[in-house]
């Protein structure tokens, strides 16, 4: 069996738990303390809308705006 899971550990008895889990040849840690890239949301939708299509929605976003401040 070859199952493999990435987990986020949010407290530290977890880390304990895990290891004795290891000792115990039940588990086998692959990696530890490994910095995930943080991208930017900017830069991850970079290029998803045209030019055309962002001014648009530029134009869509003010009209809702001047609707909801008419309210």
């Known amino acids: 069996m070859n199952n ?7 407290n530290q008895k977890a880390i ?7 000792e115990l040849d039940l588990i086998i840690v692959l ?5 995930q890239e943080k991208t930017k949301l900017s ?6 809308l045209s030019k ?4 648009d929605l530029n134009e869509h976003i003010k009209q809702m ?3 909801w401040n008419s309210i």
Do not use: C
């Open 31 to 35: 990696e530890e303390n490994f910095d």
């Open 52 to 55: 055309a299509q962002g001014q």
């Open 43 to 48: 830069e991850k939708y970079k290029g998803i």
């Open 4 to 10: 493999t899971m990435l987990i986020q550990v949010t």
């Open 16 to 22: 304990k738990l895990i290891h004795e889990l290891e």
């Open 65 to 67: 705006r001047s609707e």
